[in-house]
């Protein structure tokens, strides 16, 4: 029943999203791309991070990666879009093998901060490319209207959540979630602890590849600052905390709610949202740093002393 | 062979200040196991104070730097008493993302305030310098270099030589022995946190010599700590002298052989060569 009820308000809620540009303002039908790719990443980055339980700095590499493959494919070689983005989750996905099977044997602070130096290496190799426009970066052919976008970074979410609820009641999730909570032991177990993990980072890799090339073709301007730009990946990170790291629907939830306040905000002041920004990340890490599913889970039996209880635990 | 010797200065004066920028970073980091993404933004702080004592009173940057000092140790103090101390046993991720939240902060707060525009310190004698077994060796850098070494050896005597700073390296061992024999791990706490924030300022004070400064330069300036502190290891403050020294030449000698766009694909794929090959840095014992 509670399974049913929550399949069919998800099923409810994506045929409303749908409709959104026949009904909705273009500015709504921005912030609404925006956000549908925000959500994309933090569920993508949900897959390594609050799964497998490796704190992925360099995802937004694969986001890099995606818009790159489909701008120079585009503009250098005039291939259509669907080839670029093909280039580009492969490039991704390359390069999730290749550095994730060094990367994946560090722990913890060691594994965050080399993955936000894989973050910084792509950002100066690509200023430096050519072909990819160096710093001044590159711009895309333009097409007209965001329906079509917001139409495919829609279903993008959907199938990037579908994978990630597919991950959480396979053998597989199962074995990401045991090396989360304990690695030696889930190999003693007989989980191939970094089988798993390079899938996980690959899996991931591809979704954010894809949310890359959509934001790339749809702002139609691709430079390797923004490309590849830490913050971005920090915002999917706090996104699905916010949410709940680990759960189904926890990014999604995250990302739209952060998404929508900070554009309120921006409404007024830009450098007020960004601040507020910050203040909300410094205030969720020390109120509820399990995120909002738990907040909800248990705020029912302990009211306000949850926000107490939960800096008992972690205070000295 | 002489524009290698001049190169060479270069390198190891820039290391210097190098090292100077991640010694707090790696204090914090060693004793409280927190990685402090905002330390490029308290870098940044310092080097506003340094500004606006400079522009504002007139004060030389150098005589600038113990205020300057003493400014950004009250706000360390103050952000890990009442913020950082709420969370410090929180999963290492979590603490991640709070630093990274007082960055955004702090940055922003900046820019409300300093405004986004690029500022410079240019004392009288910013231009100054002198010639040196033939290659020409500027005054500004040497002095910061001087600084830098100075305080870097401060510290490493604070820490083996003092009450507080044993007290430190104790609570960096084992939290629970240290509070056994009294130690106050939050006033303990708050204090590191505000000599980290502390050698943060001195760095910003001299980058703010050496270098534009502007609101945004936090983030760019953490990495190249982190940089810094993984090529010398996190054992002992003293290694970052090492790393700071290693990464300034690198630089110097790839913007003259490879060139000058290259110094970070350079810096950062050391940076994550060293962590794969030696995470304990190049000094530190093999595991």
């Known amino acids: 029943m509670k399974v049913g009820l929550k399949l069919a308000l998800a099923v409810v809620g994506i045929g409303v999203l749908a409709t959104v540009p026949s009904w909705g303002s273009a500015v709504l039908v921005q912030f609404g ?11 993508s980055w949900n897959i390594i991070g609050g799964y497998t339980g490796y704190p992925s700095f360099g995802n937004s590499v694969f986001y890099g990666l995606g818009g790159y493959g489909v701008a120079i494919a585009m503009v250098q070689f005039q291939l259509p879009f669907e080839v670029g983005l093909t280039i580009g989750v492969a490039l991704a996905v390359i390069f999730a093998v290749l550095l994730g099977l ?18 910084e290496v792509m950002t100066a190799i690509v200023s430096n490319l050519e072909i990819a426009g160096r710093n001044v970066g590159l711009i895309l052919p333009l097409l007209k209207g965001d329906t079509p976008f917001f139409e495919l970074a829609l279903a993008l979410l959907v199938v990037t959540t579908l994978t990630v609820a597919w991950i959480s009641r396979s053998r597989f999730g199962f074995g990401l979630i045991a090396i989360r909570e304990n690695e030696g032991a889930a190999a003693v177990m007989g989980v191939n602890t970094t089988l798993y993990k390079i899938l996980a980072f690959a899996l991931c890799s591809v979704f954010a590849a894809i949310a890359g090339g959509i934001h790339a073709y749809w702002i139609t301007y691709l430079d390797p600052g923004s490309a590849f730009d830490v913050t971005l990946n920090v915002k999917m990170i706090i996104m699905a905390v916010f949410g709940g790291a680990g759960t189904i629907f926890g990014p999604v939830l995250g990302a739209f709610v952060l998404s ?12 007020l949202a960004s601040i507020f920004f910050g203040l909300v990340i410094v205030a969720a890490i020390v109120f509820m740093p399990r995120g909002f599913a738990d907040l909800v889970q248990r705020f029912r039996h302990l009211g306000w002393r949850y926000f107490q209880e939960n800096i008992r635990t972690y205070r000295v | 062979m002489q524009l290698l010797w001049q190169i060479l200065i270069n390198g190891v004066l820039l290391g210097g200040l190098y090292a100077l920028m991640a010694l707090g970073l790696v204090l914090v980091w060693g004793v409280l196991n927190i990685v402090n993404l905002a330390h490029g933004a308290l870098i940044m702080l310092g080097a ?41 046993r929180a999963p290492m991720f979590n603490t991640l993302l709070i630093t990274f939240g007082l960055e955004v902060v702090i940055t922003y707060l900046a820019q409300v305030t300093f405004s986004a525009d690029f500022r410079t310190v240019n004392p009288s004698y910013a231009g100054a310098n002198f010639v040196w077994l033939g290659a020409t060796v500027p005054l500004v850098p040497l002095l910061a270099f001087g600084v830098a070494l100075g305080l870097t050896l401060a510290l490493w005597l604070f820490l083996d030589h003092t009450r507080i700073g044993r007290a430190i390296r104790a609570t960096a061992q084992n939290l629970t022995a240290a509070r056994l024999y009294g130690v106050n791990p939050r006033q303990l706490y708050a204090l590191t946190f505000g000599i980290g924030a502390a050698l943060a300022g001195a760095a910003g004070t001299l980058y703010g010599v050496v270098s534009q400064i502007n609101p945004y330069i936090g983030s760019g300036l953490t990495a190249k700590s982190f940089a810094i502190a993984i090529i010398g290891g996190l054992e002992k403050s003293i290694y970052v002298l090492v790393g700071g020294l290693f990464l300034g030449i690198v630089e110097a000698l790839t913007a003259l052989y490879i060139g000058p766009t290259y110094t970070d694909v350079v810096s950062f794929g050391i940076l994550v060569l060293v962590l794969i090959v030696r995470p304990t840095g190049l000094l530190g014992r093999t595991a």
């Open chain 1, 260 to 271: 929508g306040i900070s554009e309120i905000l921006a409404i007024k002041v830009t450098s």
């Open chain 1, 33 to 43: 791309i925006n956000a549908l790719i925000l959500a994309t990443l933090a569920q």
């Open chain 1, 102 to 119: 060094p990367v994946l044997r560090l722990r913890g602070h060691y594994f965050a901060i080399a993955t936000l130096g894989l973050a």
């Open chain 2, 48 to 88: 506003y104070a340094c500004y606006y004592l400079f522009t504002g009173f007139g004060w030389d940057p150098f005589a600038a730097l113990p205020l300057a000092m003493i400014l950004l140790f009250c706000l360390g103090y103050l952000i890990q008493r009442y913020v950082l101390n709420l969370v410090i």
